[in-house]
């Protein structure tokens, strides 16, 4: 049943706002001296600190000199996960750019000199601004190479171009080399001999609990998926 609108024009007191104005500031009033001195209000985005006779700690978060912590799920900014040789292991697949539902993946594949096998992203472009922070390219990368474990979120900026992380910026952090890493498995002739026998005894085996490739994805493993899923009915939907 649709609402009856009041269009009436509005009387002398409505039209001096000054009862609103006075409820308004009663409320912020109220909330203040609330938080200063009693109990803390119930916004996640208070913080919890030590208040009452004596105490009158701002409970407010003093950015950007002070952040409040991220909860342990949040997702960061992408990275490209290099290998052991500092090359990334993404082998431009098109994977995460067909999983995207915002289209803000952009690769252009390459071959590696002498190896017609193996292929990298001549370009690897992520545009932060059309990202949904969905992870879906995390999920759908075969290699373990796109990983959103960063903790960190975009950068405030003016331009656009600087939303637009390159190869250059995305491959960072720790290398990762698997025992099933195809170019570990066939010697990639595109790696060099000592540097390929340094990566192989460096390797990663495969989990004992993984049911293929796709399972080493930390934090995407479908087993470790349906743990959380089980602990969490157990808990009564929690």
Known sequence: MPYQLDNRPADLREQM?????????????????RNLFFTRDANPDILDRPRGLGKSDNVTIFYPEEKAPYPPGYRGLHRLVPRGDGLPRCVACYMCATACPAQCIYIEAGE???DPVEKYPVKFVID??????????VEACPKDAIRMDTGEHAPPSYERDVQQLHEQALLRG????????PWLKRAAPSIPADKLAAMKAAATPYPADATDEYAQ????????????ARARSERGGR
């Open 17 to 33: 706002y000054f009862p609103e104005i006075i409820r308004g500031i009663g409320a912020v009033t109220a909330h203040f001296l």
């Open 112 to 114: 590696y000199p002498g």
């Open 128 to 137: 932060e601004l059309r990202c949904v922070v969905c992870g879906f390219c």
């Open 174 to 181: 720790p290398s990762v080399d698997y025992a099933g890493d």
């Open 217 to 228: 994805t930390p934090g995407f493993s479908v087993k470790a998926l349906a743990a959380e």
